[in-house]
């Protein structure tokens, strides 16, 4: 059975972030659940004062499209997270031909030290995203950065109530479109919360919808566990965030 490190509860309808070396004894009788966008699964507080180190368990099965924390350690092995650079990252997923030059750099100029090291840098949307979602919102990334610095998700919604602002990974469902502008928002708790994405590309944009779940008269599906989840890359500006490049968006697989 797999253990959780961290797990979120609700205060005044605020979702956040606990770890369990930081639970009491008055925290065995809390109610806690699975930091994943929508997911129902409840948690419980194990081992305070045990042979193992304070963690969490389910109690309740995770919903269907829930990333379960050993989805996670399947994605982020070996990871060294030091040279993170939000800038970097934003401009390495909107260069079109970024990807091509920068296998060809690694093939031919660091082919020999690639064998000596191992290590995976967060310069990719997808292995940043899984190595954010595993830790707690207050695990640092580098010396001056942590996980709520960059991610905006269920746990970290709250803190980006009035603005969000600079280069943010958003993790959210899509909800609509009208034009070029695609909408996407939260299933659970903050449900006002809607964030535009405005696409440079209609092309870029279609290529997203298509991957998107419809109905029988081509309508995205309203918010359900079978309504897609994205990861948005972008410079935001109050809610907004443009999209130059279709791989600004991820779709995470379970």
């Known amino acids: ?21 930081n639970c009491t004894y008055s925290d065995l009788n ?30 309740t099965n995770h919903s269907d499209f829930c990333f379960n924390e050993n989805h996670y350690k399947s994605k982020i092995k070996d990871i060294d997270p030091s040279t993170f650079d939000f800038e970097k990252l934003y401009n390495i997923t909107v260069s079109e031909h970024s990807n091509n030059s920068k296998k060809n750099v690694s093939n031919n100029s660091h082919k020999t030290k690639n064998k000596k090291q191992s290590n995976q840098e967060l310069n990719k949307i997808s292995t940043t995203f899984y190595y954010l979602k595993s830790k707690s919102i207050n695990s640092p990334i580098t010396s001056n950065v942590k996980v709520k610095d960059i991610l905006v998700d269920t746990r970290t919604s709250h803190i980006y109530s009035k603005v969000v602002f600079g280069f943010k990974m958003l993790e959210a469902q899509i909800l609509y479109y009208k034009g070029n502008i695609l909408t996407v928002g939260y299933p659970i708790n903050n449900i006002k919360f809607r964030y535009h994405l405005k696409f440079n590309s209609l092309n870029d944009l279609n290529f997203i919808l298509n991957k998107c779940p419809k109905d029988s008269n081509n309508k995205l599906l309203s918010f359900s566990n079978n309504k897609t989840f ?5 410079k935001w500006n109050n809610f907004t965030c443009e999209i130059f490049n279709k791989k600004q968006i991820f779709f995470p697989k379970k």
Do not use: D, W
Not at 4 to 11: M, N, P, S, T, V
Not at 33 to 58: M, Q, V
């Open 230 to 234: 994205i990861v948005v890359y972008g």
């Open 30 to 59: 809390t109610t806690f659940h699975c930091p994943t966008i929508g997911c129902t699964a409840i948690l419980k507080l194990c081992s305070l004062n045990g042979h193992y180190p304070p963690h969490f368990r389910k109690i």
């Open 1 to 21: 059975m797999a253990t959780y490190l961290y797990a979120i509860k609700y205060e005044n309808g605020i979702p956040i972030s606990v770890e369990a070396k």
